[in-house]
């Protein structure tokens, strides 16, 4: 719901006037009072606005771990989270609409220049696990066989490898994709790619496996076993991904829905988390189908005798074209586990109406799977079952999130998938290119919904201020032209109040002079008037503290 | 009149002005967020936004609770660790059922629910049994030796019974070979005849009471997905008698030895089997190209004389075309049986292959036509409409007959119909089809398991 200012009264004559000036007229303004609630202002401002972190990290007891359904996620999600009625805006926010620093979400990128060792080294604390590696658990059975080492500095790694005939697909993928969720800002392992054979790995004396029914003690044979439906490099070693454990006791997942009711930290329902609806954005690109609750993780961090519970985002094996265990399926970013709409109409037309995502054609690059973006589209894009934050996502989320797309240059995104290590340099091409596409398709898209000016700053150290920012559609080069409309305003935070301070005007440079005016607070109303895109018509307010120290203190935008 | 006009207007205008003013006030009363809702809602209590957020978080720890999964919750993560865990591997159910030419029971472990080694397991015995439940013991590597042993019971709600007991080297492991002792005993209390040859009648049919015994050791040599051979060498017990529906009369009463071959004697034999076959379908459960063609060799001697001797070639093969996408496939069967006797001797009536059921002819009775020799052909085309769902039509015919000049497409038994199959990635897990008979009308099937 759009909160922000309307006076929606002409201002040059007194309320009660204007009101007895016609009977009729009463009506239809109290009508369009009701319908428009935005005449009250958003928020009053606070004198810390806009808030940089979150104070999440107040120390509590450490929650009991929990496990989560997936088939209860994947039935509730699909069938009860949907959206219902009124979406509300995002909570998390400061007054700028940014997501502070949290226990979820750390400003990298969309903060910040990241250089492109910074993005490279992404969450890396150390140059990955040190040989030779002790099997300290393993897992022959299940989806993703794989097993638990300590190396020789003693920290843990789950090491997973790549299916037999896709070579560095899902290790690659995860690497790859864990330096851009790492420079989005979230919270992620560390993932390391290592080459081993098996002289390489030692045995723990107390490590098992179940094999038929029972446990007994694991044997170089198991290992063997385990190795030999791993794929192999030409020179007989196995690309592996080790993902360091992360610091912390392991709470379980957490929910795209509702709250920790064990967590006093988390006051936000998680699917009005914006960095959680922004998601939806950055998985799209990078095609991680499998944001779920099950790809999250909860860790309980000390501090002292108590701690906090920080929120992480792990295992993006089904990322860009994999599947983890097997080629990303045609499905993947296309359509939900469970989507009523196709299935009548290919039931009763005998099959011959097919999904347009089957017939798309992908190269065949084993060590990238499926993934393309010819056929991708940011707003058709899903993830395997619908995810509450995802579909509450609104163009303001979306917007955030691209924002921090844009961030990425040709040449960082070239610097990333370089850190996947795929040996076969032509496949490796063809995931920057297609990464570039993609992020290209997202831009467009996304800007293309909601006003798209961004950096908001006072220049001027002294009267007369001047209010810059920059239209994120000409820097995408996404409009050539465009002139902006604006009103100045004075607010009052005590009463939420606006008065206009001039009319309407407009300028063809991204530069507003600051009115001389000595309310604590004032307030600019701009819209991007461009022939390309009418949705750049949409209002964004800025709100300027307009002390002795003037700063931009909020920004709301018409969704 | 025109002031006081007027004045109603000033007074129905300051109701409404009061109305307008305090509006703002009563809309945000209703927007209250009431739990966890944002900051600014608390605004009018604290100085600064953290202080607003710190506020809300200690009024939560006030009111903390564990996060306790609801009982749904509960009962669904229990169901989805039953299915982390993988079904324990058993013996090869395809090549057991190429090899050995026999009807296996579809009976499944429920997900794998287990107390110690015994599984108890769901399905059917027997195309006609009805719904099935029974117990399994598996011991793999029993007593740390390289035995394996498996054990089980089942019944039917329809009366059937089925034991067994195998042990040896059951599983295929490292090595290619597998070798054990298969002891098994059946009880089918309503087996339908109908008569023998291509002109038997639907208003003849009978049931009668099939009892079978057998000792066998099988040997099989599979070295990977696609090739595998059997033998199955041993002993088999067999008895008859007057069926338990009352539906019907028994077989006995309505037929006679020279009808129904061994109605009067139920000889023990001296059993062969020897199967091949090779696989070539993408995903055997759940094939949507590729194909898979069998050929077993079975001899029947008789051990009490020289009335029931012959010898079993069967030919199977099936394939799989997708049509321009794997969402829409067209599935072909050929298959066909023919029973060789010795001189004089004949084939008893119980041991002849069959046509009509849930398989072959599904618009026709189970078991509704048999005879020496079989011949069917079967196409369906399929097609997905999720993943999990798929959809079919299919067109059946069939033939019994007796004499191996009657080997060709005339004289052929016809079905349609259509069906609805529940799917996972590996298998058909349930269907339902529905099928019409040229003759004899209708029929619906609900099955475990796919069709072909």
Redesign the interface.
Known sequence: MWRGLEPGLRSDLP??EQ??KS?GK?FL??GL??LL?S??P???F????P?WK???Q?P?PM??P???????DLLESTFLRRVDGEI??S?NV??LGEVPNSSWFTNRIGFHPMTIDELVKGPNQVDGPLKPWVIVSAKS??ITPGFTIRDARGDIYFVKFDPLDNPQMATSAEVICTKFFHAFGYHVPENYLALIREKDLEISPDVSIRE???DRKMTTEDVNRLLRDAARRGDGTIQVLASRALSGEPLGPFAYW?????D??????HENHRELRGLRVFSAWLNHDDARSINSLDMYVSQGKQGYVRHHLLDFGSCLGSGSVKVQSR?GGNEY???PG???K??LT???W?RPW??VDYPDYPSIGRFEADFFDPARWKPEYPNPAFERMQTTDAFWATRIVMRFTDEMIRAIVKTGQLTNREAEDYLIETLIKRRDKIIGYYLAQINPLDGFFLSGNKDPFHLEFENLSTKAGLSTTSSYEYQWFRFDNDNLTLKPLADVQSTPVPSLLLPHDHAPYLMVRIRTLSLEQEKWQKKVEVFIRNGSKKSVVGIEREP | MIMKRLTMMKIFHSLLLFTLLSLPGRLLAVSQPTSDSPARASHEECTARRDCWRHRRLEKLLRIQPQEPRKLEKGLLWLEKQLSDLPEPGPEPLLQKVAFDAELPRLSNVLNLHYKRLYPRFGSIHPDSGLAGGIRYWNPNFNGSFLDVQSSAALSAGGYQLYRFQFGEIIRREQDFFLYADLGYRYFPEEDFFGVGPESKEADRTDFVFEQASYDAVLGYQPNRWFGAAVRAGYLQMNTDLGKDDRFPATQELFDDSSASGLDRQPDFFRLNSGIFLDYRDVPGNPHRGGILSFSFSRFDDRGGRDFEFNRFTFDARHYIPLGSIQRVFALRFFTSFDDPDGESRVPFFLQKTLGGNEMLRGFRRFRFRDTKLLYVGGEYRWEAAPALEFAIFYEAGKVFSDFSDLDFTGLRKSFGGGVRFKTPNGVFMRIDIGHGDVEGTRAWFTFGPSF
């Open positions: 309320f009660e009101m007895m009977f009463g303004i109290l009072l009701i609630p005449f009250l958003a928020q009053k606070l004198p810390d606005d808030l979150d104070p999440d107040l509590i929650p009991r929990i496990e989560i359904s997936q088939i209860a509300k805006p909570e400061n007054t059975e299940g038929w029914g029972r509702h709250t920790r009711s064990d006093p930290n988390d006051i936000f329902p499905r586990f469970l989507e196709p299935i009548p290919t039931a005998l099959g011959l097919e089957r017939h």
